[in-house]
């Protein structure tokens, strides 16, 4: 059984920083496509980035300058550094993984809460 388990969320001033990291267990982590998405307050769930097994990395606009993901097969951890925060980030943020072939085989983690306010 994959299991995805997410840390580092919490509250900060706009401006500032936090880093997320999304620890997998259970299988091979190099498999794995991973994405970090997130879920604002009475919105829909949406991509924030993206990293393939080969390190190709797909970034939304919306926060693109400001985060950047990472991993750390060595780890079996994807991280999501997070700069220049700012009110709109506030959302329940999610790791994902996909496999690399079966794209059905998708697992979610728990979620972790971002709230940016003064």
């Known amino acids: 059984q994959v299991q995805l388990v997410e840390s580092g969320g919490g509250l900060v001033q706009p401006g500032g920083s936090l880093r997320l990291s999304c620890v997998v267990s259970g299988n091979i982590f190099s498999i794995y496509n991973m994405a970090w998405y997130r879920q604002p307050p009475g919105k829909q769930r949406e991509l924030v980035a993206g990293?393939?097994?080969?390190?190709?990395?797909n970034i939304a606009d919306s926060v693109k300058g400001r985060f950047t993901i990472s991993r750390d097969n060595a780890k079996n951890t994807v991280y999501l550094q997070m700069n220049s925060l700012r009110p709109e980030d506030t959302a329940v943020y999610y790791c994902?993984?996909?496999?690399?072939?079966?794209?059905?085989?998708?697992?979610w983690g728990q979620g972790t809460q971002v709230t940016v306010s003064s």
């Open positions: 994902n993984a996909v496999h690399f072939i079966v794209a059905s085989a998708r697992y």
């Open positions: 990293i393939t097994r080969g390190g190709t990395i």
